[in-house]
């Protein structure tokens, strides 16, 4: 009676939890669903979102093609390839934005729309030290298809996390369409074929391949916020900012060309190592390590003071830069977003240094950017300031 009773009530103490467990998961069963049903009228929201924006912008983006003579191994020439990017409709005059990489030197180029409707192309004006190209159809567009420019949004205003779509012809598949986020803002590339950079680059996890270069990069409200430039491996691409094609693509329109700021030398973002090179330099400072400076450049005649080799081959740091018109500097691309932003050939920059741990302050005026690479004897071991 005893053992019975026992086990009688080991039993219940082993079946109270299991049914308080199923009652449990009967209460919940209720909230989980309500959760997946959640969950799916998000994803389905996005997925409409994202079908509305493409079916409002894939007749505004176009692909770009070029003739290109191709070679062999031995560089005899093989006959005409094809060279492709993408682009869209800038206004209802018939520009097109794309890249300057996209367009190669050619003077004129073919637009094709994704309807299969294919038109010729003048190069208006290209700048490849942001790598941005506008071109005008020439040819007369017929009624029924009234081109449609695409909305430039506000670039300043992305933030990391934010969504964006990127559209364009990867690989020739004309049409593709591919999404992600900003994964960072303020990224500083070089221009390709230049050996100058590019500031403000726009970083996103969405999709960048060959053929997409010149595309729109798109924000949720089916803005353009960048042209999509570059693609590296591991999903991680880059884009021009819109603010630095409204700055330029009117000129562009206007000129033919951009003229871009100047100081004349090469820099770093001061790094620890750096920083043991400079002598005298304060603790914990943060700035602009200098490296080489273009001889009667703007830095050179405003006294700006670069690195140098003793006899023993041993570098010694020259001056840091902390601050230009007294803003703060603590990153290469801080001083190089400033310069070409705010400031324009002829006009002034103070440049607040340490030197010998002492501050001081330098005045540069601005020329204008000389055009080819940047004229330095040797190879600067960091990338030039545009």
Same mark, same amino acid.
């Given at each position: 009676?005893?053992?019975?009773?026992?086990?009688?009530?080991?039993?219940?103490?082993?079946?109270?939890?299991?049914?308080?467990?199923?009652?449990?998961?009967?209460?919940?069963?209720?909230?989980?669903?309500?959760?997946?049903?959640?969950?799916?009228?998000?994803?389905?929201?996005?997925?409409?979102?994202?079908?509305?924006?493409?079916?409002?912008?894939?007749?505004?983006?176009?692909?770009?093609?070029?003739?290109? @003579?191709?070679? $062999?191994?031995? /560089?005899?020439?093989? &006959?005409?390839?094809? !060279?492709?990017?993408? %682009?869209? +409709?800038?206004?209802?005059?018939?520009?097109?934005?794309?890249?300057?990489?996209?367009?190669?030197?050619?003077?004129?180029?073919?637009?094709?729309?994704?309807?299969?409707?294919?038109?010729?192309?003048?190069?208006?004006?290209?700048?490849?030290?942001?790598?941005?190209?506008?071109?005008?159809?020439?040819?007369?567009?017929?009624?029924?298809?009234?081109?449609?420019?695409?909305?430039?949004?506000?670039?300043?205003?992305?933030?990391?996390?934010?969504?964006?779509?990127?559209?364009?012809?990867?690989?020739?598949?004309?049409?593709?369409?591919?999404?992600?986020?900003?994964?960072?803002?303020?990224?500083?590339?070089?221009?390709?074929?230049?050996?100058?950079?590019?500031?403000?680059?726009?970083?996103?996890?969405?999709?960048?391949?060959?053929?997409?270069?010149?595309? @729109?990069?798109? $924000?949720?409200? /089916?803005?353009?916020? &960048?042209?999509?430039? !570059?693609?590296?491996? %591991?999903? +991680?691409?880059?884009?021009?900012?819109?603010?630095?094609?409204?700055?330029?693509?009117?000129?562009?329109?206007?000129?033919?060309?951009?003229?871009?700021?100047?100081?004349?030398?090469?820099?770093?973002?001061?790094?620890?190592?750096?920083?043991?090179?400079?002598?005298?330099?304060?603790?914990?400072?943060?700035?602009?390590?200098?490296?080489?400076?273009?001889?009667?450049?703007?830095?050179?005649?405003?006294?700006?003071?670069?690195?140098?080799?003793?006899?023993?081959?041993?570098?010694?740091?020259?001056?840091?830069?902390?601050?230009?018109?007294?803003?703060?500097?603590?990153?290469?691309?801080?001083?190089?977003?400033?310069?070409?932003?705010?400031?324009?050939?002829?006009?002034?920059?103070?440049?607040?240094?340490?030197?010998?741990?002492?501050?001081?302050?330098?005045?540069?005026?601005?020329?204008?950017?000389?055009?080819?690479?940047?004229?330095?004897?040797?190879?600067?071991?960091?990338?030039?300031?545009?």
């Amino acid at each position: 009676m005893v053992i019975l009773s026992a086990v009688a009530l080991s039993f219940t103490a082993i079946q109270q939890p299991i049914k308080a467990q199923q009652q449990l998961q009967q209460n919940e069963q209720p909230q989980v669903q309500q959760i997946q049903n959640d969950s799916t009228a998000i994803l389905r929201s996005e997925s409409h979102a994202l079908n509305t924006i493409f079916k409002q912008v894939e007749n505004s983006v176009i692909q770009v093609t070029r003739t290109v @003579p191709g070679t $062999n191994v031995t /560089g005899l020439p093989t &006959g005409n390839l094809t !060279a492709l990017g993408s %682009g869209f +409709v800038y206004d209802k005059l018939g520009h097109v934005i794309t890249n300057n990489h996209v367009v190669g030197g050619a003077k004129v180029v073919d637009v094709t729309f994704i309807d299969g409707n294919r038109y010729t192309a003048n190069v208006t004006g290209a700048d490849p030290y942001s790598d941005i190209a506008v071109l005008r159809i020439i040819e007369k567009i017929p009624s029924k298809q009234a081109l449609n420019p695409l909305v430039l949004g506000n670039s300043s205003k992305l933030v990391v996390g934010d969504q964006v779509i990127a559209i364009g012809n990867p690989f020739g598949l004309d049409g593709t369409m591919t999404a992600g986020i900003v994964s960072q803002t303020g990224r500083l590339l070089p221009a390709p074929n230049v050996g100058y950079s590019i500031p403000d680059l726009i970083q996103t996890d969405a999709a960048i391949n060959p053929g997409n270069s010149g595309g @729109p990069l798109l $924000n949720i409200q /089916g803005e353009v916020v &960048g042209i999509n430039f !570059a693609g590296l491996q %591991g999903g +991680v691409g880059f884009a021009v900012p819109s603010n630095t094609v409204m700055r330029i693509a009117p000129v562009l329109i206007e000129k033919g060309n951009y003229t871009h700021p100047s100081l004349g030398f090469a820099g770093a973002t001061l790094t620890s190592d750096l920083a043991k090179s400079v002598q005298g330099l304060p603790a914990n400072i943060k700035g602009i390590f200098v490296s080489t400076i273009l001889k009667g450049g703007p830095a050179d005649r405003a006294g700006l003071h670069g690195t140098t080799i003793d006899q023993f081959t041993q570098r010694h740091g020259g001056d840091v830069i902390i601050a230009a018109d007294g803003r703060n500097v603590t990153r290469f691309e801080d001083l190089v977003s400033y310069i070409e932003e705010k400031k324009a050939p002829g006009e002034a920059v103070v440049l607040t240094v340490i030197r010998d741990g002492h501050s001081l302050d330098l005045k540069a005026i601005l020329q204008a950017r000389p055009s080819g690479p940047p004229p330095y004897l040797k190879q600067p071991p960091v990338p030039p300031i545009p």
